[in-house]
């Protein structure tokens, strides 16, 4: 998949509607500075969705497929929760797994495509829920951490099982009371971060969606740092409005109320050496490429 | 196993899949009318004579022949094109397979998840699928047929729809021209287009350039 693919037949392009020729207009498959600036204007990996109304699982969708380096040498793989309700939305190559094993699945398919595509960077992305992740999960996803796989996983952590009514989950805070949890979450939310850490991942970040520039950096980081080191983990705050009592409008406040010092979202990141001085390097070549491209771009005009 | 007939509906609200009742898809070489396996020739013969008996015919090209994949693919759409100025036909894109929300512009597209509304719209009576992914394909004759009075006619890549009233299988760029050139013999015998006098529409990034009639 290519942006030269997402053009029209020449005798069929005047039957359709306008939305597919601003597609091919506004593309940005090939565009190594994609990022979510482009969610107004670019719509070919996602434009509608079928979450709630205000969930802001959806605009993390958003945010990450507008981040994604290569959408194009992209696959994603899901599993049973909301995240799965999307992914038919999606025009980027997708799996669904079978609840809790998007892991090994995941690891498979990375090293199938590497065999497959030796010429080519294949990411792997795994996008799941905190009840795939972590709980009925948790197995398939720590030992692809331990085999240092070389893919994303990214972790929404609604903190509870949102789509079956509000069960308790092993993200879920100490002390909440959930539709399906009457008396309370008897435990402490379980720290995935620092597990992930200490399984061998070498880089991960903890946050909310509140911001999209901090979810592009850090999803950019985690998919450019599996290619070239080893597993990396991203857990992103998406609070299901409807299991805590909100309103459409508060699931901003909800994440940025959980991000403020002490809350259990303020971001962190922790990273290995060696995919620091690989993020350092990236940054420099980054700031390079633009400098060359501000400078030809003068030359043009001149 | 008993013959069933594959009607145009409305046969009901959920009608049974056609493979379910024990219709079966034809092998290389044949293609299937009304789920009876006949040869080839005949079933160009009878969709010739369909797509100019209908009032409406209208054909229904998919993501497969709308997006230049690679050069079959834009020839194919040229093909279509040209079979749809023969016959006359309107041409109606399947362009998306997502649903759209709130509604879709029935009249200039049609969604596999909703192809009732479109045939209901321009009150098609006699449809081509084209290009059209086989599971899509497959849900929306499912659906034509449960709730519309539409012939469907599926010209398929693949190994053909038990779900369509008439059914090609290996449909590439040749057959589409051999049922434009049976258009064309079928009308040399003074077979004539009953189709409704049209202008097809004609869209860019900003709307309709000419508007459907």
Do not use: H
């Given at each position: 998949m290519s942006k030269e693919k997402i053009v029209l037949c020449d005798d069929l392009a005047d039957v359709m509607p306008p939305e597919y020729h601003e597609l091919v207009e506004n593309a940005t498959y090939g565009d190594q500075d994609r990022g979510w600036k482009d969610i107004g204007s670019s719509k070919e990996l996602i434009e509608q969705h079928s979450l709630c109304a205000g969930c802001p699982e959806s605009i993390a969708f958003r945010y990450i497929l507008a981040s994604l380096p290569a959408p194009e040498d992209t696959v994603f793989v899901g599993s049973t929760g909301c995240t799965s309700l999307v992914f038919p939305h999606v025009a980027v190559h997708n799996i669904h797994s079978l609840f809790g094993n998007q892991n090994a699945i995941a690891s498979g398919l990375k090293r199938t495509l590497k065999s497959r595509f030796p010429g080519v960077e294949k990411d792997v992305v795994v996008l799941a829920g905190d009840g795939?992740?972590?709980?009925?999960?948790?197995?398939?996803?720590?030992?692809?951490?331990?085999?240092?796989?070389?893919?994303?996983?990214?972790?929404?952590?609604?903190?509870?099982?949102?789509?079956?009514?509000?069960?308790?989950?092993?993200?879920?805070?100490?002390?909440?009371?959930?539709?399906?949890?009457?008396?309370?979450?008897?435990?402490?939310?379980?720290?995935?971060?620092?597990?992930?850490?200490?399984?061998?991942?070498?880089?991960?970040?903890?946050?909310?969606?509140?911001?999209?520039?901090?979810?592009?950096?850090?999803?950019?980081?985690?998919?450019?740092?599996?290619?070239?080191?080893?597993?990396?983990?991203?857990?992103?705050?998406?609070?299901?409005?409807?299991?805590?009592?909100?309103?459409?409008?508060?699931?901003?406040?909800?994440?940025?109320?959980?991000?403020?010092?002490?809350?259990?979202?303020?971001?962190?990141?922790?990273?290995?050496?060696?995919?620091?001085?690989?993020?350092?390097?990236?940054?420099?070549?980054?700031?390079?490429?633009?400098?060359?491209?501000?400078?030809?771009?003068?030359?043009?005009?001149? | 196993m008993s013959h069933y007939e594959v009607k145009a509906g409305p046969e009901a609200f959920l009608p049974p899949a056609a493979a379910s009742m024990g219709n079966v898809l034809p092998d290389p070489g044949e293609a299937h009318i009304g789920g009876e396996i006949v040869p080839e020739d005949e079933a160009y013969d009878k969709a010739a004579r369909m797509i100019l008996g209908a009032k409406v015919p209208t054909i229904f090209p998919g993501p497969l022949v709308l997006w230049k994949l690679n050069e079959h693919s834009n020839a194919k759409a040229k093909a279509i094109r040209e079979l749809a100025l023969e016959a006359p036909m309107r041409i109606i894109p399947m362009a998306d397979y997502r649903p759209k929300y709130p509604k879709i512009e029935a009249a200039v597209e049609i969604n596999p998840n909703h192809p009732n509304l479109t045939i209901w719209h321009n009150k098609i009576d006699v449809c081509i699928f084209i290009g059209v992914h086989c599971h899509m394909a497959n849900l929306s004759l499912k659906i034509i047929r449960g709730g519309t009075s539409c012939y469907t006619i599926a010209m398929c890549a693949m190994a053909g729809h038990e779900d369509a009233c008439l059914s090609f299988r290996d449909a590439d760029l040749t057959m589409v021209n051999k049922l434009k050139a049976t258009i064309q013999k079928l009308k040399s015998e003074g077979v004539k287009s009953q189709a409704v006098p049209f202008t097809q529409f004609v869209m860019n990034r900003s709307g309709f350039v000419v508007e459907p009639s």
């Open positions: 795939a992740t972590v709980d009925i999960g948790l197995d398939m996803t720590m030992q692809s951490w331990f085999r240092q796989e070389k893919f994303t996983t990214i972790c929404f952590d609604n903190e509870l099982y949102a789509n079956t009514g509000g069960q308790e989950s092993g993200l879920m805070q100490k002390g909440f009371v959930a539709k399906m949890a009457p008396k309370g979450k008897n435990f402490e939310k379980v720290r995935l971060a620092e597990i992930a850490r200490e399984a061998g991942c070498a880089y991960v970040a903890v946050l909310t969606v509140s911001k999209p520039n901090r979810v592009e950096q850090v999803i950019k980081n985690a998919v450019l740092v599996a290619r070239e080191i080893g597993p990396t983990f991203v857990q992103l705050y998406t609070p299901c409005i409807l299991e805590i009592g909100k309103q459409s409008m508060e699931g901003l406040d909800e994440m940025k109320d959980s991000e403020q010092i002490g809350g259990r979202f303020v971001q962190k990141e922790y990273i290995t050496d060696e995919a620091q001085k690989l993020l350092d390097s990236i940054k420099e070549e980054t700031k390079i490429r633009k400098k060359a491209a501000k400078e030809a771009k003068k030359l043009v005009n001149a | -």
